[in-house]
């Protein structure tokens, strides 16, 4: 069977960093086509925002289940590849319900049971990454930065295929790229995993029953209902201005180039700021981005801003997230408090953004109420913040 019983070397082999390389492109390369053209695709259903709206709730759901169900099982069986191959199958294979069904409840389905078998796949990739890179860990972020550059070229891409075609292209561009996905892990050798130097009693909970976390969550949270406006309705929103798909292909991918450039500079700005400050500025940049984006994306300069301020609301942010999960739960709860945070964040927060978000803009008749919205949670998300003592948030 391929990638069985692999040895260290073939583990750490140039061709299996490569594979793990192109694995990264396509996954992240599939959220450059969905994250910001599943809107379209549905408008072009006959889809109201609404019921978009109500469609990427349902399906954010999933990704409050779907990493901890996954994890755990990963975890009990011990075979990370074993997961991976089968989430990627099973992603492909539901996916392509979309060109058999229709109708609200239909591709809800569609892309609901998708979305689950989608989350077995990045937290096995990561694992994967770094048990084969164990023996020179920087090799891991020049693995990694090609996901980012999937990302960018996969948006470009379908930008310019909803132009020359329909806005049904992402669905045909997505499932190459989810068939190549699960081909490429078929090739992947598994490196030796690191056996646990401890085990861990007690609970999560009593760390995360705790005034500064709960705070550290809420703004999260609410950060992530003000981002279901611009991954919902972003490239709907550009071509009713009158841009083209490859412009807002163009704009998406600077976002992530901007996003890149900023991982690079984050632990120096996290070092002059601290914690706490740089999560507060990375959200009161967040919300002046929605608001300017609800009263002036008629300019194209104001576009361009926008998407370069990216780089706080979601990269830097991000960064600091992790690093603040990292710090306060330390080894013993680390990747429980991981998973905690991206379920309840992204998922929770997430689904009532998209409901929300989908209720107010009303087939972009209400789109600046739906950035103001955005913008009032991102303010409530500083808020929070602000009542943590900043030497909390250090360790």
Same mark, same amino acid.
């Given at each position: 069977?391929?990638?069985?019983?692999?040895?260290?070397?073939?583990a750490?082999?140039?061709?299996?960093?490569? $594979?793990?390389?192109?694995?990264?492109?396509?996954?992240?390369?599939?959220l450059?086509?969905?994250?910001?053209? $599943?809107?379209v695709?549905?408008?072009?259903?006959?889809?109201?925002?609404?019921?978009?709206?109500?469609?990427?709730?349902?399906?954010?759901?999933?990704?409050?289940?779907?990493?901890?169900?996954?994890?755990s099982?990963?975890d009990?069986?011990?075979?990370?590849?074993?997961?991976?191959?089968?989430?990627s199958?099973?992603?492909?294979?539901?996916?392509?319900?979309?060109?058999?069904?229709?109708?609200?409840?239909?591709? &809800?389905?569609?892309?609901?049971?998708?979305?689950?078998?989608?989350?077995a796949?990045?937290?096995?990739?990561?694992?994967?990454?770094?048990n084969? *890179?164990?023996?020179d860990?920087?090799?891991y972020?020049?693995?990694?930065?090609?996901?980012?550059?999937? @990302?960018i070229?996969?948006?470009i891409i379908?930008?310019?295929?909803?132009?020359?075609?329909s806005?049904?292209?992402?669905?045909? *561009?997505?499932a190459?790229v989810l068939?190549?996905?699960?081909?490429?892990?078929?090739f992947?050798?598994?490196?030796?995993?690191?056996?646990?130097?401890?085990?861990?009693?007690?609970?999560?909970w009593?760390?995360?029953?705790t005034?500064?976390?709960?705070?550290?969550?809420?703004?999260?949270? @609410?950060l992530?209902?003000?981002?279901?406006?611009?991954?919902?309705?972003?490239?709907?929103? &550009?071509r009713?201005?009158?841009y083209?798909?490859?412009? &807002?292909?163009?704009?998406?991918?600077?976002?992530?180039? #901007?996003?890149?450039?900023? @991982?690079?500079?984050?632990?120096?700005?996290i070092?002059?700021?601290?914690?706490?400050?740089?999560?507060f500025?990375?959200?009161?940049? &967040?919300?002046i981005?929605?608001?300017?984006?609800? *009263?002036?994306?008629?300019? $194209?300069?104001?576009?361009?801003?926008?998407?370069?301020?990216?780089?706080?609301?979601?990269?830097?942010?991000? #960064?600091?997230?992790?690093? @603040?999960?990292?710090d306060?739960?330390?080894?013993?709860?680390?990747?429980r408090?991981?998973?905690?945070y991206?379920?309840?964040a992204?998922?929770?927060?997430?689904?009532v953004g998209n409901?929300?978000?989908?209720?107010?803009?009303?087939?972009?008749?209400?789109?600046?109420?739906?950035?103001?919205?955005?913008?009032?949670?991102? /303010?409530?998300?500083? /808020?929070?913040?602000?009542?943590v003592?900043?030497k909390?948030?250090?360790?």
């Amino acid at each position: 069977m391929l990638g069985a019983s692999a040895s260290p070397r073939q583990a750490n082999s140039k061709v299996n960093l490569i $594979l793990l390389a192109i694995t990264y492109l396509l996954y992240f390369g599939q959220l450059g086509v969905l994250v910001p053209y $599943l809107g379209v695709f549905l408008d072009g259903r006959g889809f109201s925002s609404q019921q978009i709206g109500e469609l990427f709730a349902l399906i954010t759901i999933t990704r409050i289940l779907g990493p901890n169900l996954w994890a755990s099982m990963a975890d009990k069986s011990g075979k990370g590849l074993a997961i991976l191959r089968l989430g990627s199958l099973l992603t492909v294979s539901t996916f392509c319900l979309v060109f058999w069904l229709d109708g609200f409840w239909g591709l &809800t389905l569609a892309f609901a049971l998708m979305m689950m078998f989608w989350t077995a796949v990045l937290p096995q990739l990561e694992v994967l990454t770094l048990n084969c *890179v164990a023996s020179d860990p920087s090799r891991y972020s020049r693995i990694r930065l090609w996901g980012s550059v999937g @990302f960018i070229i996969l948006t470009i891409i379908t930008g310019k295929a909803i132009d020359i075609s329909s806005s049904e292209a992402p669905i045909y *561009v997505s499932a190459v790229v989810l068939l190549g996905l699960f081909l490429a892990t078929l090739f992947i050798y598994e490196g030796p995993s690191k056996a646990k130097s401890q085990t861990t009693e007690g609970s999560i909970w009593r760390k995360a029953n705790t005034a500064p976390f709960i705070l550290f969550m809420c703004s999260a949270i @609410f950060l992530q209902v003000s981002f279901a406006t611009y991954y919902g309705f972003f490239a709907l929103y &550009t071509r009713d201005l009158g841009y083209s798909g490859q412009t &807002t292909g163009l704009l998406l991918a600077l976002a992530v180039a #901007a996003e890149i450039v900023i @991982f690079l500079l984050a632990g120096k700005l996290i070092k002059i700021f601290g914690l706490k400050w740089i999560l507060f500025i990375s959200i009161g940049l &967040t919300a002046i981005r929605w608001y300017v984006l609800g *009263v002036a994306a008629e300019y $194209l300069w104001i576009l361009i801003l926008s998407q370069i301020i990216h780089a706080f609301s979601f990269g830097m942010h991000h #960064a600091a997230s992790i690093k @603040f999960i990292h710090d306060y739960f330390g080894q013993a709860y680390q990747s429980r408090g991981q998973a905690l945070y991206i379920s309840i964040a992204f998922g929770f927060g997430g689904a009532v953004g998209n409901y929300a978000s989908g209720y107010l803009w009303q087939q972009g008749v209400g789109s600046y109420q739906a950035f103001l919205f955005s913008a009032v949670t991102a /303010l409530l998300a500083a /808020l929070f913040l602000l009542g943590v003592p900043a030497k909390r948030m250090s360790h």
